[in-house]
């Protein structure tokens, strides 16, 4: 079975700039997240989609980032303009279904902003 | 509040020598899942156990083994026989059963195995 892709797998880009990433999440996977991990730290959730639809988004700063998944499958995540403590690694994660099910996750995007 | 303390920063062992990772979580909720996941140099969270708040049943899977302890609010996960491959970020991680609320991750342990 496929697992959760991440593309790209490093960006570096310079404050103010904007950035894009994009998930694929595992086949029949109906949520998807979002988390930020700051180094030392455990993941924070950013956004949680449930197929098409938004469940969670209350820790996503909306005011720079944005995030979609269209047809219930693929998702991006976007940083428009990225700041300095946005450098961190951004992890994308699927489950069959919201709650407790395990979350399977991607091998991340490492984002340094200069 | 939903919250996951890891008090390990660091830990530094020996191969072979068995190492416990303490985990302490704090939730209002009756029910509840406890998660463990493992954190490569790669950067992918491996998915290691869930467990639900009714089933205090220890569990162990090879040299990994699990200690879920209820009236502690510890759920304390110990690799017996430390392999240099064990080398990672372990997070500790709680999911209250209240729909759709997130997952709330520990800062993690990190452990080194020295050959």
């Known amino acids: 079975e496929a697992g959760v892709a991440q593309s790209p797998r490093y960006k570096i880009i310079e404050k103010r700039q904007s950035v894009a990433f994009w998930c694929n999440p595992i086949s029949g996977h109906a949520t998807l997240y979002w988390y930020q991990q700051i180094l030392g730290q455990g993941p924070k959730l950013l956004i949680q989609?449930?197929?098409?639809?938004?469940?969670?988004d209350s820790q996503l700063p909306k005011d720079r980032f944005s995030a979609e998944r269209l047809k219930g499958v693929d998702s991006t995540l976007k940083i428009q303009p990225a700041k300095l403590e946005d450098s961190a690694v951004y992890l994308c994660?699927?489950?069959?279904?919201?709650?407790?099910?395990?979350?399977?996750f991607g091998p991340g995007t490492r984002l340094t902003v200069l | 509040a939903q919250k996951v303390t890891q008090a390990q920063t660091e830990i530094s062992v020996v191969e072979k020598e068995d190492v416990t990772l303490d985990c302490v979580y704090e939730t209002r909720d009756t029910t509840y899942y406890l998660f463990w996941y493992k954190q490569p140099p790669s950067g992918e969270l491996v998915f290691l156990i869930r467990?639900?708040?009714?089933?205090?049943q220890n569990e162990i899977s090879g040299r990994y083994s699990w200690n879920f302890q209820k009236s502690t609010s510890s759920f304390n996960f110990t690799i017996t026989a430390s392999q240099v491959v064990d080398s990672a970020v372990y997070f500790c991680a709680l999911n209250p059963n209240s729909g759709n609320t997130p997952l709330v991750f520990g800062k993690g342990t990190r452990l080194s195995v020295i050959a």
């Open positions: 994660a699927s489950s069959l279904s919201s709650g407790s099910y395990e979350q399977f």
């Open positions: 467990r639900n708040s009714f089933d205090e």
């Open positions: 989609f449930q197929n098409n639809g938004v469940v969670d």
